[in-house]
């Protein structure tokens, strides 16, 4: 398995236990959040899509590939915000299933030149990024007295 195929693998497992999670969420409670200061469940789907958007859109400038095709606007709903979220998946996983290995090595300016890193760093950034929100959704759950959507079928 090439280091390219093994991040894809990362991304798809990742994604998949993600929008579980997403999937779960009640419509009535969107725009719910814990307490002022906090992410809603929509603003914290909307900071993960920016996330992947920035990677995306910043990798593909520097390998001179076209911009990513979604939209950074926030939608009105958890369905259309999840088909938003799908998408930056799709427009990532290919993205990465573009690269040869050696390109994970090369050094991107991302966040408007704030950050510079070599492709497979920020790669591995997104993926702990997803994670931790992923972890701060399932704690919104618990305090609504919510089961969370299990990541594995037992």
Do not use: C
Not at 37 to 54: M, N, P, Q, V
Not at 63 to 92: C, D, M, V, Y
Not at 108 to 120: A, L, N
């Amino acid at each position: 398995m090439t280091t390219v195929e093994h991040y894809i693998k990362l991304l798809e497992s990742i994604t998949s236990g993600t929008m579980k999670i997403l999937e779960g969420i009640p419509e009535e409670r969107f725009d719910w959040r814990p307490w002022e200061g906090t992410f809603s469940f929509k603003e914290a789907i909307g900071h993960i899509i920016a996330d992947e958007l920035w990677f995306v859109g910043d990798v593909s400038k520097a390998l001179g590939l076209p911009s990513p095709q979604t939209s950074p606007e926030a939608k009105g709903n958890l369905k259309e915000e999840l088909g938003r979220f799908w998408e930056i998946h799709r427009q990532t996983v290919s993205l990465v299933n573009s690269l040869e290995d050696q390109d994970l090595e090369k050094v991107v300016k991302f966040m408007e030149g704030r950050w510079e890193v070599p492709i497979y760093e920020a790669l591995q950034v997104i993926l702990e990024h997803q994670v931790h929100h992923r972890g701060q959704l399932i704690v919104y759950f618990r305090i609504l007295g919510l089961e969370p959507p299990k990541r594995w079928e037992e």
